[in-house]
Nanobody, 119 residues
Framework: QVQLVESGGGLVQPGESLRLSCLAS??????MGWYRQAPGKERELVAI???????NYADPVKGRFTISRDNDKNTVYLQMNSLKPEDTAVYYC???????????????WGKGTLVTVSS
């Protein structure tokens, strides 16, 4: 059974930091990443990292968030610094695997962890 379990969310004040973790079990993933969904908004990509360590970030978090992964532990992390109220959202862990020669991917999701940035 494939599972992605997030941890590390919570309530922080603007300017503070949080570190999210996502432990994967059941399989390895070609790509792992973080998405977020704020109230009343669609889910959006935050950051993604390949098994080789290549990363991509959404513009709103560039320079503040850092994604990393430990392939031995099958875990992906999101270090979030200089948090802003607009970062408030449920953060979801995502794992992707290529399923055919055309490059189609299967997506797996965690249940999410809530991050609230408020004074």
């Amino acid at each position: 059974q494939v599972q992605l379990v997030e941890s590390g969310g919570g309530l922080v004040q603007p300017g503070e930091s949080l570190r999210l973790s996502c432990l994967a079990s059941g399989r390895r993933f070609d790509k792992m990443g973080w998405y977020r969904q704020a109230p009343g908004k669609e889910r959006e990509l935050v950051a993604i990292i390949t098994s080789g360590g290549n990363t991509n970030y959404a513009d709103p978090v560039k320079g503040r968030f850092t994604i990393s992964r430990d392939n031995d532990k099958n875990t992906v992390y999101l270090q979030m610094n200089s948090l802003k109220p607009e970062d408030t959202a449920v953060y979801y862990c995502n794992g992707r695997v290529v399923i055919n020669v055309e490059g189609a991917e299967a997506n797996y999701w965690g249940k999410g962890t809530l991050v609230t940035v408020s004074s």
